[in-house]
């Protein structure tokens, strides 16, 4: 049971194979069913009558839903809105990969997709004008990450706070399940808590959580009253402003835009204008800013470590190519999936890190 | 009885838009030999509407608190069946376009919503324009079968009325007793920045503004020169307006001396809303945004900067005089 | 509470574009449920406690797919009126046959407390369903409702006027129209699309209905259009300010030539 959206995107494909050259995933596999073409084909034969099995159901979680796809084609074909209803067809249908379950049930469970308890940060106040959301990706992988900004937001006197039980924001469960109404349940109990804080502005570390909270969030009617901005513009700002004044380090960077920056937020100067400040000299990588090639995503590492680990290595082909030998990093989820795959002659550092000590 | 050509314009509420009502009717009486009457659902001067066009007022008493427009709808049925006339006309206000729906069912004949013109027949065939799919086309309905052939008429599309000082014509009060399903418990006027129906200048945003900020600031400007503030269904889905502000095909329809667009870029449905505005000034940062197509005088640049800069001169202004 | 709510299945205002003669492409247009009647089906499934939510459309027997994602939302019954005979319906001839296929339902559960529907559809426009249907129904109604809440037996309700929100009560059963947007409405779950997968969708035709031809459709429609012609869609002959200064003091004789 398709929606009539989704079956105008499937059939919004003209095959014309332009979008195999910029699928993180299929480019990396080299398959035929990775590409987002071969999944609107699939589901068009679904349509038509063939039976949506385990293999299709598998084939729809093969995709990190960047958005790369979406955002060259001409005919306005957008690859994810089918994707996650076919992801939600294959909950419905009792058809969900093994590893995707177990994640499910992780977030059933603990919150989040890693099925721990989630450490608990304090803020410098226990009510504050800002809300730092920190996440579960950077609150259980990347607490270095979480110090620095919490260390920079101290060190530009803005006081903030931290939800003492920080919700889920739902952009996960989105992914794994599409957007059916747990997922806007998990949404509204994370708006609600942001709202009960009285912050009257969230900084948000994720991008992807920014995303989710700026655009899926007023589409379904869960409001947050406060203005949501993404890490990266708020530090930029605090820049701007001189409330934090980085010491120049010399040294030569490339930047990898994350999907949700580069695509869905369309926000690549903030990074650009911290790397600047920091008198860092940043060498572009190939495909850089809308049309960043995504190196994968925390979730498709969790579910499916072997694929993200290539499409890591993939990205980090386009590191090699330019001279620098340092990739600075502003998501803790690209942090994760690149960190995991570090070349030998390179190096991995987290922008907020190296900012913090700048200061 | 038979049915006459008579004209019949149900008043409601609006006094300056059912004068022009009854101006109209007026003179599409003359061209069907019928007469104009005027059946006013509120207390008014009845010596306006017969100087307006009308050969006989109906004051019906006894409505003014009544919020149950079914019940109305008899009372106007009961009227109707007994005088048939050919043409029954409303006004195309929310309350308007409730009853006549109602007094056309209880009637079972045709009716017409939201017209733009009307252009009567010497048979007394009604033509009745309207638009549809967005103000993308104009279809031309009539109701050639049945009488009375009902319509309601946009306010505000029609000319100002033309008053004949020296016309008479005859009144008649009619105490009217309702047995209310529905009682009013109480009225929340709208703010005075959010009648955008009445609107003289009307400051929209759009999506943008970027953020609720943004809308408050819009807002006091509106308020300083005596405007509304509006905001396209863009703004209001990401949560920055709420959907009393809405312009456009899901909100409300204006129709201001002076809009203008902030930071829209100028989708079909909001156009819609607000291309019957009789000046429209576009301010947006992109040059190649449609809404600069609709507009008459474009400025191209950062809404802030712009807005903030002309509100300085207009202070400076101000303080001079 | 035992509710039913008319749907309309609507060409998508998100998805139309203009051609040259800036005339709106309905090809490729997909059918969405109409903004207003979302909302009323969101308020029928918070109002409907122990009772039931009866869904009712009159249209394509395509929309089969669309009434079935509402099962999947909380709707107990789905009922599609379809039949080719109902092409070309104005809003008379679409009560009247609703009417009469609200009665025939009414036999085969217990009788209903409320009717919702949407203020009015983005097509047609015209908003006159609901008052027609409550005439026809001999039931009292209310329309532009923003927020509906059952007390103490009677429904207690907002309704949005030009000049401001009035506020009003009545008993049921009743006829009730909303604004776009006053409830917005739920997602599916997957429960929902598990259970939605092997339930019925009813399908009421003229006969079933007991209607004759000529009392449906475009024959029983008093209304009949004559002409359709396109309209511009009001492109004006833009002035482009030639710097922001020059745009500021224009924008400044413009506000000040407005009467106020």
């Not at chain 2, 946009?154 to 000082?165: A, K």
């Not at chain 2, 009619?174 to 003289?200: C, D």
């Amino acid at each position: 049971m398709m929606s009539q959206n989704s079956k105008k995107h499937t059939e919004a494909c003209r095959f014309c194979w332009m979008c195999r050259h910029l699928c993180p995933v299929g480019l990396t596999t080299g398959r035929e069913v990775n590409t987002p073409r071969a999944k609107a084909l699939l589901l068009s034969m679904v349509d038509r009558g063939e039976k949506f099995d385990k293999d299709i159901a598998q084939a729809m979680y093969e995709c990190v839903l960047c958005g790369s796809c979406t955002n060259d084609c001409v005919t306005g074909f957008d690859p994810t809105i089918f994707i996650r209803e076919a992801r939600t067809m294959a909950a419905v249908e009792d058809l969900l990969p093994k590893a995707v379950e177990e994640i499910i049930t992780n977030i059933s469970n603990t919150g989040n997709i890693y099925g721990v308890q989630k450490p608990k940060y304090t803020g410098t106040a226990a009510k504050a004008e800002v809300l730092l959301y920190i996440g579960e990706v950077a609150a259980c992988k990347q607490p270095t990450l979480v110090t620095a900004i919490m260390s920079l937001l101290k060190k530009a006197d803005i006081p903030f706070t931290v939800l003492e039980e920080e919700p889920a924001s739902a952009t996960f469960l989105g992914d794994l399940i599409g957007f059916v109404e747990e997922v806007r349940i998990q949404a509204k109990d994370c708006a609600n808590a942001i709202n009960t804080s009285g912050a009257k502005t969230v900084v948000v570390l994720d991008s992807y959580e920014a995303t989710t909270m700026k655009q899926r969030y007023p589409e379904w009617n869960c409001t947050i009253n406060a203005d949501v901005v993404t890490a990266t513009s708020f530090i930029a700002g605090l820049i701007e402003e001189g409330k934090l004044v980085p010491k120049k380090i010399t040294g030569e960077v490339t930047y990898h835009d994350d999907s949700r920056l580069a695509r869905d937020l369309d926000e690549h100067e903030p990074v650009r204008n911290i790397i600047k400040a920091m008198g860092l000299n940043l060498q572009e990588m190939f495909l850089n800013r809308r049309m960043a090639k995504c190196c994968g995503s925390e979730l498709l590492k969790a579910y499916a470590p072997e694929l993200a680990a290539l499409t890591a290595e993939g990205r980090w082909e386009d590191v090699n190519r330019t001279t620098a030998d340092t990739l600075v990093v502003v998501s803790p989820q690209v942090m994760n999936v690149m960190g995991a795959k570090v070349p030998s002659a390179k190096q991995i550092k987290d922008l907020y890190v190296l900012l913090d000590q700048a200061c | 009885m038979i049915t006459s050509n008579d004209i019949w314009v149900i008043g409601d509420k609006q006094i300056k838009y059912d004068l022009a009502l009854l101006s109209k009717a007026h003179s599409m009486a003359e061209v069907c030999a019928g007469k104009v009457f005027a059946v006013m659902l509120y207390e008014t001067d009845p010596d306006y509407c017969i100087r307006a066009g009308a050969d006989e007022v109906y004051l019906l008493q006894g409505l003014e608190k009544i919020a149950d427009d079914a019940a109305i709808a008899h009372a106007l049925a009961s009227l109707l069946r007994e005088n048939r006339p050919g043409t029954v006309l409303f006004q195309a206000t929310v309350r308007g376009r409730a009853i006549a729906p109602a007094v056309a069912a209880l009637l079972s004949t045709g009716l017409t919503a939201d017209c733009i013109d009307l252009k009567m027949e010497e048979s007394g065939l009604l033509l009745q324009k309207r638009p549809a799919l967005g103000d993308s086309i104009i279809a031309e309905i009539v109701c050639d079968k049945l009488r009375p052939q009902m319509a309601t008429v946009r306010p505000g599309v029609l000319e100002d009325p033309t008053f004949q000082e020296k016309r008479t014509g005859k009144v008649s009060i009619i105490p009217i007793e309702i047995n209310a399903l529905v009682t009013k418990t109480g009225f929340m006027p709208a703010q005075s920045s959010e009648l955008l129906s009445e609107a003289k200048i009307i400051i929209a945003g759009g999506v943008g503004i970027g953020s609720r900020e943004g809308f408050e600031y819009l807002r006091e400007i509106a308020l300083q020169i005596g405007g509304c503030v509006g905001a396209s269904r863009a703004a209001v889905d990401a949560g920055y307006a709420p959907y009393t502000w809405q312009i456009g095909q899901t909100g409300i329809a204006v129709k201001p001396n002076l809009y203008i667009a902030v930071g829209i870029s100028g989708a079909v449905h909001h156009l819609v809303g607000m291309n019957a505005s009789d000046y429209i000034v576009a301010i947006n940062r992109d040059a190649k945004a449609p809404i600069l197509q609709y507009a008459d005088y474009a400025i191209v640049g950062e809404w802030r900067h712009i807005l903030e800069q002309w509100f300085l001169s207009y202070q400076e202004r101000k303080v001079c005089i | 509470m035992n509710i039913i709510v008319c749907i309309k299945l609507v060409p998508s205002v998100m998805n139309l574009t203009m051609d040259q003669e800036y005339v709106m492409q309905r090809d490729r247009v997909v059918q969405v449920i109409n903004p207003a009647d979302e909302a009323a089906l969101e308020a029928a499934l918070r109002l409907k406690g122990n009772g039931s939510v009866t869904v009712i459309t009159m249209g394509k027997p395509s929309g089969d797919d669309e009434l079935r994602s509402l099962l999947a939302r909380g709707v107990d019954r789905a009922v599609l009126i379809t039949d080719k005979a109902f092409a070309g319906a104005d809003t008379y001839a679409t009560a009247r046959t609703l009417s009469v296929a609200v009665n025939s339902l009414g036999n085969n559960l217990e009788d209903f407390d409320l009717i919702l529907c949407g203020r009015r559809a983005i097509d047609g426009e015209t908003g006159q369903v609901p008052p027609e249907l409550a005439i026809l129904l001999k039931l009292p109604f209310v329309t532009n409702i923003t927020k509906i809440n059952f007390n103490q037996g009677k429904i207690v309700c907002s309704r949005r006027l030009e000049e401001g929100i009035e506020e009003l009560e009545l008993g049921t059963p009743a006829i009730l129209s909303l604004c776009e947007y006053s409830y917005p409405l739920r997602l599916a779950t997957i429960l929902g699309l598990q259970k939605a997968r092997r339930m019925q969708i009813i399908t009421l035709s003229r006969e079933m209905l007991g209607l004759k031809k000529e009392e449906c459709g475009l024959k029983g429609s008093p209304t009949r259009v004559r002409r359709i012609t396109g309209q511009p869609q009001g492109i004006r002959n833009v002035t482009i300010a030639k710097n922001i200064d020059e745009g500021i003091a224009r924008l400044s004789e413009l506000i000040a030539e407005v009467p106020l």
